[in-house]
């Protein structure tokens, strides 16, 4: 204890903790400060540098590097109580959760009830656009595994409970056995427990009382370009997740914690209780060509270069199994729209490849036949393309064939587009470069709501 009880600092006083000396093995400050009365800072570039307490009525500034996991240990009680000081019942023969490892690698040890820790982890695959951080986890397919190490005290046998969203308390016995063997012996143990999906794994077989919340929030709107093997393309879609909150306590096996009253719990587990909130992105994404590039043509060759094709592709990601529709337009105008090559008449050929998935992931796709869809001479009235989850089979069969469906979690195709070589003679305009205009537009029938968090 170091005890700064008699020091008055104004408002620009401080008592300033130098932590740069810490290391893994050998922390700069281990211990409490107490100063109530004055100003308290914490500087320095380790994250190994501080382990201890700082109690003060004045203010506290951290400057410094703060790793994620150490960051999920630390307490900041502003109104002056202390994790796990209230009216508890003896704790001497109540089991703990000491660590929960998620996917990821992402492991926190839980401190008290009061921490809710939050947990973000995307099931987008282009990272490109999404790309890891410290925050944001990659979730390698959709089960959401827990792994809990726990501590049995000697001669007790307990049962882990669980709940969603502040629902009601369910006992894990998954096939209707406790996976939680007996301690029967005379000391403590450290077991480890784990649930293959927390999402799944803790429903109940008749979809009553899961209070799993299936609500698709939306965090806005998505566009941009980015360059992928020198290959211009662009984007647009809309961040979407789910959010749920998981409670974990491990009980005595004498407790029934679906029959007893909240005071109950929490007279004697409170200081037990594990939170987590869960948020799952899942963005709906589209990814289209930004440049269609037919390379360079020489007027008066078209007998030995008939054709000139430039080729793009559509990939569509959706997580989360959304109704989706795409439109492309011509919106080319003024002097291109009359002059260019591209948009005369049967000019230029529009071709689409679909590609089927042959696994649950995007890394296994078999092509299909090629398409041909009609011709680039749209006005911006008429759809140069639409993929529609909702659309009713219009009797084109080339055009029903491309069509996606809402259980798609991955949408490809292959957009070529032929270009007759021979029509760049015949125009009034020969030489020079030509650009064709398309836009791209996605819309979703189903319900969002607007991400307030």
Not at 166 to 191: C, F, H, I, M, R
Not at 195 to 217: H, M, P, R
Not at 267 to 290: E, Q, R
Request: include cysteine; aromatic fraction near 10%; glycine fraction near 8%.
């Amino acid at each position: 204890m170091n005890n700064f009880n008699t020091i008055n600092g104004g408002d620009d006083a401080a008592i300033t903790l130098n932590s740069n000396r810490g290391s893994e093995e050998n922390y700069s400050f281990i211990g409490t400060i107490l100063a109530p009365h004055t100003n308290i800072i914490i500087q320095g570039g380790s994250q190994y540098s501080f382990a201890g307490n700082v109690i003060t009525n004045r203010s506290i500034y951290l400057d410094g590097n703060v790793a994620v996991d150490k960051a999920f240990g630390a307490n900041f009680n502003a109104d002056g109580k202390f994790p796990g000081t209230s009216d508890l019942e003896s704790t001497t023969k109540v089991p703990r959760i000491l660590s929960v490892t998620l996917p990821n690698g992402v492991n926190f040890s839980p401190e008290n009830v009061t921490t809710n820790y939050v947990f973000q982890f995307s099931l987008n695959n282009n990272v490109e656009i999404d790309p890891e951080s410290e925050t944001m986890h990659r979730l390698d397919g959709r089960a959401f595994k827990n792994t809990f190490l726990i501590d049995q005290p000697a001669g007790t046998s307990n049962v882990l409970w669980s709940r969603m969203n502040d629902g009601k308390w369910k006992k894990y016995e998954p096939d209707g056995k406790n996976p939680l063997q007996p301690n029967k012996t005379s000391e403590a143990q450290t077991v480890e427990l784990s649930i293959a999906d927390v999402t799944e794994d803790l429903k109940t077989k008749d979809n009553v009382d899961n209070y799993d919340d299936q609500t698709i929030y939306n965090a806005g709107k998505i566009d941009g370009n980015y360059v992928v093997n020198g290959v211009e393309k662009a984007f647009i879609g809309w961040h979407l997740l789910h959010k749920n909150k998981f409670s974990f306590i491990v009980a005595s096996a004498s407790d029934d914690l679906s029959t007893m009253t909240a005071s109950e719990i929490k007279a004697k587990y409170d200081n037990t209780i594990t939170n987590y909130t869960l948020n799952v992105h899942g963005d709906l994404l589209v990814n289209y060509p930004k440049v269609f590039d037919f390379g360079t043509y020489t007027l008066g060759t078209s007998e030995q270069e008939p054709v000139s094709i430039a080729k793009g592709q559509i990939n569509v990601e959706n997580p989360f199994y959304m109704d989706w529709k795409l439109v492309v337009k011509n919106s080319t105008s003024g002097a291109d729209l009359v002059d260019n090559p591209l948009l005369q008449e049967d000019a230029t050929g529009f071709n689409v490849q679909l590609y089927s998935l042959k696994t649950g992931t995007d890394d296994d796709w078999e092509a299909g036949q090629i398409l041909n869809i009609g011709g680039l001479l749209k006005g911006p009235e008429t759809p140069l393309l639409t993929l529609d989850t909702q659309k009713q089979l219009s009797g084109d069969e080339q055009l029903d064939a491309i069509q996606p469906a809402k259980s798609m979690p991955f949408y490809k195709s292959d957009v070529n587009l032929k270009f007759h070589n021979g029509k760049v003679d015949q125009c009034a305009k020969r030489p020079g470069k030509y650009k064709l205009e398309a836009t791209w537009e996605l819309s979703t029938a189903d319900k969002v709501v607007d991400n307030t968090d």
